[in-house]
Nanobody, 125 residues
Framework: QVQLVESGGGLVQAGGSLRLSCAASGRFFSINSMGWYRQPPGEQRELVATLTTTITSGGSTNYADSVKGRFTISRDNAKNTVYLQMNSLKPEDTAVYYC???????????????WGQGTQVTVSS
C-alpha cells in the first residue's frame, strides 16, 4: 500500500505563490500517476493537475482550465515525490488540496489509488 504525505500549504496573499509537496512511501510495484485535487469550502473535490510517472507515458500532464498557466506539476521519481508550484494565486484557489497516486501492487498485481490527508491553502484578497 502507498502512503502519501503532503506539505507546503498555508496562508498567502492574492498574487503570491506556494509550493506543495507529496511524498509517497510503502511497498508497490510501480506508481503510474500522481496528481492534485482540491475541495473548496462547501464544494465537491475537483481535479487540479495530474502527471503520469511511468517511463512509457513520458511524464504527460493534465491541468484544470482554471489553473493553466499558473500552476505547474512536476515530479522527482527518485524520491517518489510530486510537487505543485502555484503562482499568481487567487482567492478562489482557497481549498483543501489532496494528493493522490495510482499505483500497481506487487503480489497480486492490482491497480490501486491512495489519497493523502490534505493540506489547507488559503488565499486572502
Amino acid at each position: 500500500q502507498v502512503q502519501l504525505v503532503e506539505s507546503g500549504g498555508g496562508l498567502v496573499q492574492a498574487g503570491g505563490s506556494l509550493r506543495l509537496s507529496c511524498a509517497a512511501s510503502g511497498r508497490f510495484f510501480s506508481i503510474n500517476s500522481m496528481g492534485w485535487y482540491r475541495q473548496p469550502p462547501g464544494e465537491q473535490r475537483e481535479l487540479v493537475a495530474t502527471l503520469t510517472t511511468t517511463i512509457t507515458s513520458g511524464g504527460s500532464t493534465n491541468y484544470a482550465d482554471s489553473v493553466k498557466g499558473r500552476f505547474t506539476i512536476s515530479r522527482d521519481n527518485a524520491k517518489n515525490t510530486v510537487y505543485l508550484q502555484m503562482n499568481s494565486l487567487k482567492p478562489e484557489d482557497t481549498a483543501v488540496y489532496y494528493c493522490n497516486a495510482d499505483y500497481t501492487t506487487i503480489m497480486p498485481t492490482q491497480s490501486r489509488r491512495s489519497w493523502g490527508q490534505g493540506t489547507q491553502v488559503t488565499v486572502s484578497s
